[in-house]
């Protein structure tokens, strides 16, 4: 059978559209969707809310906007667990798999969870939870691989009302300890360890470090790799023994839509890492609508988001929305590469996977690897891509479209962010177009704009800052942990407490689609991870050889980009082996992803006269852009020396 094309021939400007095929199968297909929800966006979310979610009870009021200050759905009651678990159950969908979980060893059977299982694991664990004296609104930490335990656990937190903060299992243990410290949390979750490329990684001795003379109470250790591990008598405990105590009967809790649903730790201008405070309705109702309109997602798909489980992308994503929907989601632990590179390739093909959802800096390696690798696979269950995390250039796209999507599958460009807590930004895949580079229309009843630095909005191809304006989304942050000040300052300060500022650079398309440029901030993107500058120069900085230094993106080919330090020592001589040992500081203190591609010693770096480091120089020394105005400075004659280090040319 001739697999269905999802999408027409390219037309003259470039666009794909949906088929007639497309546009029958999807959930939306009236491009008139726009303009009613933009009549009265609240109605339109309350539409949502109702059509989407089981709520206890409902709201009294839909919308309340005390700028820079919202509520969604208040008084309402819901539980987010009932909504990802129970309810399927009682539709009779008890059967269906929820998780399709592939080891990393190949020699290793998948394991396949149906709803009807996770409803009994995650009320089990919910009881585990309880007897440890986890309460509503405590906080959990959860610093896990990509093993099933990790929804379980975001699940069962979920179902008894306390706060979980999931921590990227490839993040140092001083990094873990930060947002343990921050969050208070009592209990942390983690494993043994996990597979990479074949190799065992030791989890456990990480948590370890950095657990002591914290608020941790308690360890729950998942055993999945088998290796041997250190258990504190007292604090640590096996997740296997707690589980077969535990009763699989755990009612749920009842919590307002406005509680606080999940933390998550994400890096912003500042070395702190910032708190993101998600709360239950307004979350649940946006992650629901967004992966069933944006992925199109029905009952027969196999939905597959690589994002790992410690960024945002993977809570939505990779949990609360598919199964907030009662999908069937696919869940990979290891490397795209181990064993060979068309992992990825063999799993779609082996599960009939329909919906891939992956980064730009995936793609752009697997370009590199050659499209012989997906060549060998038969790819034709897919009719619908995703990217998300960075701007994808139109090479990559393009690759990606017919080396992946068999130039059948339309590809959605979803812009958003951890703040966002759902796709702000996308084409859907039944009104499209779908075009190279661009993100494409805000997503109903969703108002953004781009302006200049004055606050005007801008139009033709300008572009300017990207904003979000009220009715914010439902789903947009409540605010930042313990700090007020700097959650104003951060989104509702550049243009006034009424504008949600995303630090995204972005233009229009013919005036109405919108192509995002990337981060405006001093926050970098590598290989689809967010990191900051500042985060990465006090990791160096702490050395005490170090006088001060300054990190700056400089484009990749394939992670998009890499940091490069400019470094200043305190009269100890560079050297190659103080360049590896701050490396060496970079990776203990923040992790792996941190790590700078270069350091660069220099005598000075350039200032302008209150002091500031000029980065935006720096990252023009770096691409070979035009300098500017030098003058100003502080130290001009700072410059040839720069010029000379980095090879500029000018
Ligand atoms: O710069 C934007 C970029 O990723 C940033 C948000 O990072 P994070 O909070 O880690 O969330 C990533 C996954 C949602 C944004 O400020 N970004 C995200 N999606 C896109 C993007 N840049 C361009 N195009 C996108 N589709």
Excluded at 46 to 53: D, M, S, W
Excluded at 521 to 536: F, I, P, Q, T
Aim: proline letters at 6%.
């Amino acid at each position: 059978m001739l697999a269905i094309r999802w999408v027409t021939e390219r037309d003259e400007k470039g666009y794909f559209w949906p088929s007639e095929e497309a546009k029958k199968h999807a959930w939306v297909s009236d491009p008139n969707i726009y303009e009613e929800a933009a009549k009265d966006p609240v109605a339109f979310w309350e539409k949502r809310a109702e059509e989407g979610i089981e709520w206890f009870q409902k709201w009294e009021k839909a919308y309340e906007w005390n700028p820079p200050h919202y509520k969604w759905f208040v008084g309402a009651k819901l539980n987010v667990c009932y909504n990802c678990v129970d309810r399927h159950i009682k539709a009779g969908k008890g059967d269906k798999p929820a998780i399709i979980w592939i080891p990393e060893p190949v020699d290793e059977p998948k394991r396949v969870i149906t709803y009807v299982e996770l409803h009994k694991l995650v009320q089990k664990f919910a009881n585990v939870l309880k007897s440890l004296g986890v309460k509503k609104g405590d906080r959990v930490s959860i610093y896990l691989p990509m093993i099933p335990e990790v929804q379980i656990a975001m699940l069962a937190c979920a179902r008894i009302g306390a706060v979980h903060s999931v921590v990227f299992s490839a993040f140092s243990a001083d990094s873990l300890r930060t947002r343990i410290e921050d969050s208070e949390a009592k209990v942390l979750i983690t494993a043994d360890g996990y597979y990479r490329r074949g190799k065992v990684i030791n989890l456990k001795q990480n948590a370890d470090k950095a657990v002591e003379g914290t608020s941790i109470e308690k360890v729950i250790v998942v055993k999945r790799a088998g290796n041997e591990v250190n258990m504190l008598n007292g604090r640590d405990l096996w997740w296997h023994e707690l589980m077969e105590e535990a009763s699989d009967n755990c009612e749920v809790e009842q919590m307002d839509s406005e509680d606080m649903l999940f933390l998550l730790y994400t890096s912003g201008t500042t070395g702190k890492p910032k708190g993101v405070v998600h709360t239950c309705g307004g979350y649940i109702v946006m992650a629901y609508w967004t992966s069933r309109w944006v992925f199109d997602l029905h009952d027969d798909d196999i939905f597959w988001c690589t994002a790992d489980v410690g960024w945002i992308t993977g809570h939505t994503y990779n949990c609360y929305g598919p199964l907030a929907n009662g999908a069937t989601l696919l869940f990979f632990e290891g490397a795209p590469d181990y064993p060979e590179k068309d992992r990825w390739w063999q799993i779609i093909e082996e599960n009939k996977v329909t919906i891939l959802y992956t980064a730009p800096t995936a793609i752009r390696m697997f370009a590199q690897w050659g499209e012989e690798w997906p060549a060998k696979h038969d790819l034709s269950s897919l009719r619908l891509l995703g990217t998300v995390g960075e701007p994808i250039d139109e090479d990559a796209w393009l690759w990606y479209f017919k080396n992946i999507g068999g130039s059948r599958c339309p590809i959605v460009d979803t812009w958003w962010q951890t703040e966002t807590g759902g796709t702000l930004i996308t084409s859907l895949p039944g009104i499209g177009p779908f075009i190279p580079t661009v993100a494409g229309l805000p997503f109903p009843g969703v108002t953004a704009d781009i302006l200049d630095s004055e606050g005007n909005s801008v139009s033709g191809s300008e572009g300017g800052y990207l904003v979000i304006k009220s009715p914010v989304p439902p789903s947009l942050l409540r605010g930042l942990y313990k700090d007020e000040e700097k959650f104003v300052n951060t989104y509702w300060s550049e243009y006034g407490k009424e504008i949600y500022f995303a630090s995204d650079g972005a233009r229009w398309v013919e005036d109405k689609y919108i192509r995002i440029t990337g981060r405006v901030d001093d926050v970098m993107n590598v290989a689809g991870h967010r990191l900051s500058s500042a985060e990465v120069e006090n990791a160096i900085a702490s050395d005490e050889r170090v006088s001060e230094c300054a990190v700056v993106p400089k484009p990749h080919p394939i992670k998009g980009e890499v940091p490069i330090a400019f470094v200043v020592l305190k009269g100890v001589e560079p050297s190659d082996q103080l360049k590896e040992e701050l490396i060496g500081a970079v990776k203990n203190q923040i992790g792996p992803t941190a790590k700078p591609a270069d350091i660069i010693f220099v005598k000075e770096l350039p200032k302008t006269r209150s002091g500031k480091i000029m980065r935006r120089m720096l990252k023009a020394l770096l691409t070979n852009k035009p300098l500017g105005d030098t003058t100003t400075l502080q130290n001009p004659e700072s410059v040839e020396h720069l010029k000379e280090v980095t090879g500029y040319k000018g």
